[in-house]
């Protein structure tokens, strides 16, 4: 392996893509969700009008173009780095187009689509963000089922969180500061965690944001700042997204932090996607989300998440919202393999820095030889392997009990049936 040559690129890579900043390019002025909702209230609601700068990447992106031209992709790390700086060429390409088709075009380059179909699997993340609604629609309903309070101030949840990513993050300062011009509630760096002004949080909130924020996504960046000879995986690079919101929605499954509204969230983003791509525009959105029961304010949020860099019709879309599902399975499926095939070190990798599963295979001997460190921080769930493994073995074999033949009174008839063979 050539040291000084992967050292150069790496290097170059480094400093190419600074300027490629996907969501703050694409986010929109802070007053823009108070004139729709004045104009849904006045009865005739109107699309915004947005206007978004075009950064100046060009040159970034002939870079990048070069340093990947550069790699030859048979050694791993080379084509890390080749496939790396393509994610940034095409994420540089993509904000070019703001506004227009090529946005989209490039959008779902990286991101993919909901309604993609893989060669080994029979669904789509629309097949499961419909599953997930049709389950959950009735229990919403039922008066059983707690209600999530928000009561719990920007100032402090920062407050709370900050506490808590000191004590993790024991090696490391971890900022955490109040910003009023998000579309998410919680969007974290490596050594910075920002949070939503303009909003409360619920109790729910609080494990869901710091295991998937804080534990995931910080954890992941400010590991790959620390390896000596590949620093590249320090960068949040486009093309890892998908394994990220992955590892970070299978954190909050693991834990028991997800619930209920957080699932549907997170389905209703998925049909968003598909449905602006199908030609809804903004307005359309903000009722579907609208009438699936979110707020007006919410409402406006999910729908704005969408047409982040778009034109908010004509199918200009940004698609990452697509991704959390599918990275679920995805990384669900990931871990199950690693256990059952006896690699449980692919779990660490994935910690090691911004990776893709495949990353986490082809890089493994060089995690094995030293020359890539292992994660400084890695969240308990994913650290201790006889719990996640014993987890996965029972989702492993869960997933073969079919219950479309089964009911629940069938649990009367099943013990009736037990006592009727003990009389024999």
């Known amino acids: 392996m050539n040291q000084q040559k992967i050292q150069k690129l790496d290097d170059a890579l480094i400093k190419a893509s600074r300027k490629i900043k996907v969501l703050n390019a694409l986010a929109w002025p802070v007053d823009a969700e108070e004139k729709f909702l004045l104009s849904w209230t006045k009865g005739k609601p109107e699309l915004p009008t947005i206007s978004l700068a075009i950064p100046d990447v060009m040159a970034n992106i002939e870079i990048l173009d070069s340093i990947s031209r550069q790699c030859d992709i048979e050694n791993p ?59 959950t629609d009735d229990l919403l309903g039922n008066h059983h089922m707690q209600q999530t309070e928000f009561d719990i101030s920007a100032k402090d949840f920062a407050g709370w969180l900050k506490s808590e990513v000191d004590e993790f993050f024991d090696r490391d300062v971890v900022e955490v500061i109040i910003d009023n011009n998000m579309a998410s509630k919680a969007l974290a760096g490596a050594t910075r965690i920002r949070v939503r002004g303009s909003t409360v949080f619920s109790q729910l909130d609080k494990d869901q944001l710091l295991y998937h924020e804080a534990y995931v996504h910080t954890a992941t960046q400010l590991n790959g700042k620390k390896q000596e000879n590949l620093k590249s995986l320090g960068l949040g690079a486009p093309r890892t997204t998908r394994t990220q919101e992955g590892i970070a929605v299978m954190a909050e499954l693991v834990t028991n932090a997800i619930d209920l509204n957080r699932l549907r969230r997170i389905a209703l983003r998925v049909i968003a996607v598909k449905m602006a791509l199908d030609g809804a525009d903004f307005i359309d959105l903000f009722k579907f989300f609208l009438d699936a029961g979110q707020s007006e304010i919410e409402s406006v949020r999910s729908a704005q998440r969408i047409f982040r860099g778009g034109s908010v019709k004509d199918k200009i879309v940004f698609t990452k919202d697509a991704v959390y599902l599918q990275g679920l399975f995805e990384v669900h499926t990931f871990l199950r393999l690693a256990i059952r095939d006896n690699k449980p070190n692919l779990v660490r990798n994935l910690f090691a820095g911004r990776l893709t599963m495949g990353d986490a295979i082809q890089l493994q001997e060089h995690f094995d030889s030293g020359w890539l460190k292992p994660p400084a921080y890695m969240p308990t769930w994913a650290s201790d392997l006889r719990r996640l493994s014993a987890l996965l073995a029972y989702s492993a074999f869960v997933s073969n009990i079919k219950l479309e033949n089964i009911y629940l009174n069938r649990f009367i008839e099943f013990e009736d049936e037990i006592k009727a063979l003990a009389a024999q």
């Open 77 to 135: 790390v080379e084509k890390f780095i080749s496939e790396t700086a393509g994610s940034y060429a095409n994420a540089g390409r993509m904000l070019r187009g703001i506004g227009t088709t090529e946005f989209t075009r490039y959008s779902t380059k990286i991101y993919g689509r909901p309604d993609m179909v893989y060669k080994t699997q029979g669904v789509t993340a629309i097949d499961a963000a419909n599953f997930f609604l049709k389950v």
